[in-house]
């Protein structure tokens, strides 16, 4: 699989065996199993090493003196391999100098394989998500990690309330009028760049709803025609990127709620000229902006 068929992090390469999840028999032998790797997240950075650089999946032997039992997080089958995610408070020295060093995850997507982006991306986010969840939000007793890992549940007898990985929908979405698309820039991107409209999907909106609102909100642009592109997991820390091409129907640009410092029409001669910017490699939105431009060459 390449990244032409998926956007970065994504891809499934990690068979998830949700079943696992529930056979304390398999986990168990699986911990204790040197055939099992295990992908520590310090802080919210991921371990690697190498030229090129790759994710280093640690052996039982090397995580033992440090890690948890209780705390580890079943990801799935990598590589044929069960994998763990180890987490470790980002507040103490970091671990495994001997082994490699400790980088952001927004890098790794640029240099990683697809597979172990996708695993990377898969635990860091897991990670970060228990580091949110450490109280029940109903009673506020302690929680504690179930399912391996994929889910907590509240230590409080009369509630034991399951708590599951939260993933929040945002919609992104390449806006086209003839033979030019919408494109903003917040202030405080680099010089130059500018990206797709983007925004979090809000309770009782279908998709489509949260593109047309976002547009508007942002820009004053009425959007028609609304039409499903691909998605992208964001763990930043917890985002689904969804993203759309969509067809308007204004032209005039208004920046209504300040969250834009600039928004323009750019023609497909503009966005390959290198002015302006354009969005991030790794990112679904110059995924958008690529596949519109790549529509001009076939016209
Ligand atoms: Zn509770």
Redesign the pocket.
Known sequence: MTTEDHNVFAGAFVDRSGERRKDPDWLNKALRSNDSRFVPVWGDQCLVAGEPLQAQLLRREQIEPLADDHELIFLGIFRDHPAFAVPFPGDMDAPFAEVGEFQELRYLGTVLSADEANLVAHARALVLWHASQVF?G????A?RPGAAGNSRI?T?DD???EIFPRVDPAIIVLVEKGDSCLLGRQENWPEGRYSTIAGFAEPGESLEDAVRREVYEETNIRVGRVSYHSSQPWPFPAALMLGFTAEARSEDIVLNDGELEDAQWFTREQLTSGTPKLPFRISIARRLVDHWISLGNND
């Open positions: 029940c109903v009673c506020g007793s929680a509240c409080n509630c034991r309330r």
